[in-house]
């Protein structure tokens, strides 16, 4: 059987060379650690310390503030400098807990963890989850105890595990299937204990055969687990592609995975998982992919949350010339960013700092009516449309056609010929349509 894959869709240059063969290298930060409130969707956190305070690792710094939020915890021992507004990855400001380094790294006594996780109810282990402070880890930070707590009335078929990490020059994923392949199958069968009856579906994309082979050894002889090889395809890792590639079935317009029998888990959320309830470790860290024509040597770093980003470009090599772009994530739906002095969070994918030749930025043209993002639009819309309606406010017919439905992939401005600005001005108009319904 052929490797499965979803309708339309591109096929950008992988870029993955830079780092793909890199080992996963551990980071330890040099200056102080910057922890921003805000690392998940929803209501940010708030402090429990202040300035003055002592802090040890493992310790809950921010308090989740209403039902869709998530606890941080330090990942340093230290003394808090400051409680500050500071730059996000997003290019806001918000507020952050300043620690400033002991370097010594001393343990909080609560991060006990247990190997009789068998023994434990679904609630009890989403409440390790929830306290953990995990969150997607993809890039949503969408708080994973709400993604594992469908309504009653919905039946979950399928536990799916994405490692199709689909998005050009990122491999944090990928290092992880090949060193960390007990973690990832661990953390899996910690969430189908939660759900009876499931099945896991680990779904990697082909261009990532090494990965498929290891993570097909470690679950050989798990009955209700298996690997489901993927086309290599652009945005074969969005939730639901890969759920119409794995199953058929299609997530309705408006609906969520569950709704079609599914739940879908990052890679380095479900290992986040099995070290928070085999380990007790709440999330501290996370892997990094550094990489980009203008880095000296990209690599992959295994990276304390609140670690500058400067720290990593600069334990990278630095720069080999003046970067044309720098992005936080991957090159298609990452944010580009005006500066490098901000903290890795949970969000952060990579850092991506690429050269003008990577990054030719073509004057925007008159749309030439071609219809190719149509023909590669994932989620089967009119991107040419849509841009139109953004340009003149239109709301109702953005709304009329679908536009709150775009997942942002950014692949129909790939394929423009005319390079029109399509991704952009379906995301702001997105932004200030959801903004007018919250007034």
């Known amino acids: 059987m052929g490797a499965l894959t979803f309708k339309r869709g591109i096929h950008p240059s992988h870029s993955k ?28 956190c708030k402090p429990l310390v202040k300035k003055g305070d002592t802090v040890l690792l493992g310790q809950k710094i921010g308090e989740a503030q209403g039902f869709v939020s998530s606890p941080i915890h330090s990942s340093i021992s230290g003394t808090v400098k400051a409680i500050q507004d500071v730059l996000h990855p997003n290019g806001s400001k918000v507020q952050a807990i300043v620690i400033e380094n002991d370097g010594q790294y001393t343990e909080i006594d609560t991060m006990i963890g247990r190997d009789d996780y068998k023994q434990l109810s679904k609630e009890e282990l989403l409440e390790i989850i929830k306290e953990a402070g995990i969150v997607g880890m993809g890039g949503a930070t969408f708080p994973t105890f709400i993604k594992l707590s469908p309504p009653p009335d919905k039946k979950i078929d399928y536990i799916m595990v994405n490692g199709a990490e689909c998005e050009p020059y990122l491999t944090s994923d990928h290092r992880i299937m090949l060193e960390e392949t007990d ?24 261009n990532k055969r090494d990965a498929i082979a290891a993570m097909e050894q470690a679950v050989e002889g798990i009955d209700n687990i298996s690997i489901a090889s993927l086309k290599t395809k652009y945005p074969q890792g969005a939730e639901k592609q890969l759920i119409y590639s794995i199953t058929k079935r299609e997530v309705p317009t408006g609906g969520l995975p569950a709704d079609v029998g599914c739940i879908v888990q990052n890679i380095d959320t479900v290992v986040a998982i099995h070290r928070a309830v085999l380990r007790g470790r709440p999330l501290m860290r996370r892997i990094v992919t550094v990489s980009g024509g203008a880095i000296k040597e990209p690599q992959n770093f295994k990276v304390r949350i609140g670690t500058s980003y400067r720290e990593l470009i600069e334990a990278a090599g630095g720069f080999t010339e003046e970067p044309s772009k720098v992005i936080s994530g991957g ?20 850092i991506l700092c690429l050269t003008k030749d990577e990054t030719k930025v073509m004057n925007e043209r008159n749309c030439i009516r071609c219809g190719k993002c149509v023909s590669i639009c994932p989620m089967n819309l009119l991107p040419a449309d849509l841009n139109k309606y953004a340009i003149h406010n239109e709301d109702d017919l953005f709304v009329q056609y679908k536009g709150m439905n775009c997942i942002e992939c950014g692949a129909c401005s790939y394929i423009c010929p005319s390079k029109r600005h399509l991704t952009h001005s379906i995301r702001t108009t997105k932004r200030t349509i959801m903004a007018k319904k919250k007034k």
């Open 183 to 206: 973690r990832v199958v661990k953390g899996l069968q910690i969430i189908l204990h939660m759900f009876p009856g499931a099945k896991g579906v680990i779904g990697i994309e082909d």
């Open 331 to 350: 090159p298609m739906m990452g944010l580009a960013l005006f500066s490098i002095d901000v903290p890795v969070i949970k969000g952060s994918s990579s």
């Open 17 to 44: 060379d830079f780092t793909e063969k890199k080992p996963i290298k551990i980071y330890t930060p040099k200056g102080d650690l910057v922890f921003p409130m805000q690392q998940h969707i929803g209501a940010p």
